[in-house]
């Protein structure tokens, strides 16, 4: 449940205009957003769309040539300072010390954020139990799996505390277990009330997980805003999803003839007892429902089909690799 | 096997020919020739012998280039590929030891001896300036030849034995130190009063270091003190040992080509058996202690070398001097006192080439970046840590100093050697750390070459400044005049040489933690 928002909340991250170029490639045009607090919020787009460009001129690595981004309020071009010490931003590819244990690599980080030393022993205990990695703070990096890293890296970005997780691709490389296991600990950030922006290109992964999302193309944001409004976008003939028990051989013919169906077909690889209805604009679905009763065929389960992000995404970016 | 170490050998040869940056850096090089010609034409209106001495100062800067570059850049051939976990790579596409060899070092040895012959033609010009004769020239650039071969397959050797660039580099700086400190320390045991048989075999390993050494041969080959011949006992022992170090870096390269962290599912935790103890408040200087010149271990190990170099001196004097109550003669404190800033020197300039180079490696630099400090106080930091890392050097000069201060202070030219020095390290330094975030290998050579080249223009006007502040000031009963003059110095080459190389370092490294 994402929490609601008056018009005087400080966006997390307001980014308006934010214009670039790498030796006259345009590697964003116009980009504006914004990214309201405590939600989770998903950046997505095609390799070469301008995300990490984007990433690193909200975490004052990059100064870009046109446009303002600030957190929190406090612009990144005029209070870099302020902006570091309220975000944790994690790269897409490890930058640890090998040669460091796990303990050593989070004090030295705790101890660069100005912690005392009993601040760091607090801080260090919470975020090793938060990444589950409390019973390897004594081994060495280099020992480490990806996974077991990538956990250490999002230890790393918490030692001080910040509002807002900027993660680049936090789960690429990391196997089906490790990636369930980072998104869990990614909702319990979120219910610990931190802002996170995580750009990634695993879509169904971010579809359960936020709570707004923004689609950039081409260096130009294509969508911004709420992943609902997204996911509904053009619904305005609602499809939905029919398994029947004990379907007759003339069902496709027999759903058709039900009043406010205007097709009624199998999916390509579906089972025996599927199919795939598109009902009338605004047509109530509970009518359509009490109809497909009375055809007196078992019917074990009726839902709406909501558009995938990965079909959302494939609506707005463009095919091809940008030149 | 044969076609595909010859395919890996061929390619390494052809990037290297159609790279843009070698060849920028041979223009350069005949860029730099030019001058020095122009510089040893102007000499030639007022000296003798002009051609001979601009040919000995491009030698001499030859044999510095080579013998850095075995610790920069032919060094790290194999290791480069180690720190990037790469090797196991190579091994397990099939390409055998001999191919890696010959495409990572051998490749760099020729593109290096190319450096070499593209100075022949402009060296020539030397005959015309007049006192060297062509036989002298190909003589001196055939040794130089060979001595780049017999340190080009050191570093090799170093570089196929050690785990890392760094520990590589600093085992081939300890061999070039032992070759270039052995014989004088020879010469010095052979004239004191030891069995006859020790001084028997001094002599003979002395004659065999002598042989082999391209400093001797080319003073042979310049002061005529030999018949010139183009192949030399020192030619035949360069090559000879520089092949032979190739064959055992080729035997071994297996025993030693296991990559250091194999660990791709963390089966095998590695857990410390020592702790190093929580972060100080200046973190960056705790980490780069600890983690990069290697804490109080290493700092015990150097002060050991330290002290031992100093007793070694001490027992030379005991030996010339047995009822002498000082531990060091006048010679032998000033000898010490110079030995141990040679290696700090040395150390200063190892320290440089990797802070910096290290980060940016292991892709750290934004990180750090993120950090809520400014780009200086992050670098200021990093220079406290090697500061610290360097105290037990400069504590030993302190002692040696301070043991006998009068050696010193009636040393005349003392002044001007101190800032020169100075001047030389802190440029070279400075040059170092801003090329390391160029350029993969070759920063300390590069460094090394522009700040010998540059100290006597830029430097011997500190010096000079210094002489004409102290003068100025003893004219004027001033007695401190001369430190004034070194402040003046110090602020005048911080200000319009040091600062701007420190304020590309500052640029340089944004730049880099925005592309990382």
Redesign the interface.
């Known amino acids: 449940m994402s929490p609601t928002y008056d018009s005087s909340t400080v966006p997390a991250i307001s980014v308006s205009e934010l214009t670039h170029s790498f030796k006259g490639h345009q590697a964003l045009n116009q980009v504006s957003f914004a990214v309201m607090p405590q939600t989770l919020h998903g950046f997505v787009g095609p390799n070469g769309a301008g995300k990490t460009t984007t990433l690193?001129a909200i975490?004052?690595?990059?100064k870009p040539n046109w446009g303002e981004v600030s957190v929190f309020g406090h612009s990144v071009r005029a209070d870099p300072?302020s902006v570091?010490?309220k975000?944790g931003?994690m790269?897409d590819?490890?930058?640890?010390?090998?040669?460091?244990?796990v303990f050593?690599y989070l004090?030295?980080?705790?101890?660069?954020?100005?912690l005392n030393?009993g601040q760091?022993d607090k801080v260090i205990d919470d975020v090793l139990t938060l990444t589950d990695m409390d019973g390897?703070r004594?081994?060495?990096i280099?020992?480490?799996?990806?996974g077991?890293q990538q956990r250490v890296s999002l230890a790393?970005v918490l030692v001080h505390d910040p509002d807002l997780l900027l993660l680049d691709e936090p789960a690429s490389g990391l196997d089906p277990r490790a990636r369930i296991e980072l998104m869990e600990i990614l909702r319990a950030l979120r219910a610990m009330g931190k802002t996170i922006f995580i750009s990634s290109h695993i879509l169904t992964e971010l579809a359960e997980l936020c709570d707004s999302v923004t689609i950039i193309d081409r260096g130009q944001i294509k969508f911004s805003g709420p992943m609902d409004a997204l996911l509904d976008a053009d619904d305005e003939t609602p499809r939905f999803s029919l398994r029947l028990g004990q379907p007759p051989e003339n069902a496709v013919e027999l759903l058709q003839s039900v009043d406010g169906v205007v097709t009624a077909e199998q999916p390509e690889y579906g089972s025996p007892g599927e199919f795939d209805l598109e009902l009338e604009a605004g047509r109530d679905s509970n009518l359509v429902l009490q109809s497909l009763i009375g055809l007196g065929i078992p019917i074990l389960s009726f839902s709406q089909r909501r558009k995938q992000l990965n079909q959302a995404f494939m609506d707005l970016t463009t095919r091809g690799v940008r030149t | 096997m044969i076609s595909g170490t010859r395919t890996l050998f061929n390619w390494s040869l052809k990037s290297d020919a159609q790279a843009f940056s070698p060849h920028i850096v041979r223009l350069g090089f005949s860029g730099f020739m030019l001058l020095a010609i122009l510089a040893a034409w102007a000499d030639s209106l007022g000296g003798i012998a002009p051609g001979l001495n601009f040919f000995d100062w491009i030698c001499r800067l030859n044999v510095l280039l080579i013998s850095v570059s075995g610790i920069s850049y032919f060094v790290s051939a194999v290791t480069e590929e180690k720190d990037s976990g790469s090797l196991a790579l190579l091994r397990l596409a099939g390409v055998s030891p001999l191919a890696i060899i010959l495409s990572k070092s051998t490749s760099r040895l020729i593109s290096s001896l190319m450096l070499l012959l593209i100075q022949l033609p402009f060296t020539f010009l030397a005959i015309t300036l007049g006192g060297i004769t062509w036989q002298q020239i190909i003589s001196s650039y055939l040794a130089l030849a060979a001595w780049m071969c017999l340190v080009a397959n050191v570093a090799l050797f170093c570089s196929v034995r050690c785990r890392t660039s760094g520990r590589a580099a600093t085992f081939a700086s300890a061999l070039l130190l032992a070759f270039f400190a052995a014989g004088p320390v020879l010469r010095q045991v052979a004239t004191l009063s030891l069995p006859a048989d020790v001084i028997q075999a001094c002599r003979g390993l002395y004659e065999e270091q002598q042989l082999m050494s391209v400093v001797t041969r080319l003073d042979a080959i310049l002061r005529g003190k030999v018949e010139v011949t183009f192949l030399s006992a020192q030619f035949w022992r360069n090559v000879t040992a520089g092949g032979g170090m190739f064959l055992l870096s080729l035997l071994l390269f297996n025993r030693y080509s296991d990559p250091t962290e194999m660990n791709p599912h963390g089966k095998s935790a590695k857990v410390r058996r020592f702790t190093v103890g929580r972060c100080w408040r200046l973190p960056l200087v705790w980490k780069d202690y600890l983690f990069f010149a290697g804490g109080s271990t290493i700092m015990l190990l150097k002060s050991i070398l330290y002290v031992g170099v100093v007793l070694a001196f001490a027992w030379f004097h005991n030996l010339q001097s047995p009822g002498d109550a000082r531990w060091l003669s006048s010679g032998l404190l000033q000898n010490a006192f110079f030995t141990v800033g040679g290696l700090l020197t040395v150390e200063m300039l190892l320290y440089a080439s990797n802070t910096l180079f290290m980060e940016a490696r292991q892709s750290s630099i934004a990180a750090l970046r993120m950090l809520p400090y400014q780009t200086p106080v992050v670098l200021l930091q990093k220079v406290g840590a090697c500061a610290l890392a360097l105290l037990p050097g400069v504590l030993i000069l302190f002692l040696l100093f301070m043991y006998r201060s009068d050696v010193f202070t009636a040393n005349d030219s003392l002044p001007q050697l101190a800032v020169l020095w100075l001047f030389f390290t802190l440029l070279s330094t400075h040059l170092t750390v801003l090329l390391s975030l160029y350029t993969k290998w070759a920063a300390l050579p590069i460094a090394v070459v522009v700040s010998t080249v540059s100290t006597p223009c830029i430097g011997g006007a500190a010096a000079g400044l210094a002489t004409v502040s102290a003068q100025a000031a003893a004219l004027n009963g001033i007695s401190w005049g001369m430190w004034f003059g070194v402040v003046v110095n110090l602020v005048w080459m911080w200000l319009f040489v040091l600062l701007p190389i420190e304020l590309e370092i500052v640029n340089r490294w944004n730049r880099l933690s925005r592309d990382s």
């Open positions: 690193k975490c004052t690595l990059l300072i570091r010490e975000i931003f790269p590819h490890f930058s640890m010390y090998r040669q460091m244990t050593e004090d030295f980080f705790a101890a660069a954020y100005g030393l760091r390897r004594n081994d060495l280099s020992g480490l799996s990806r077991m790393r």
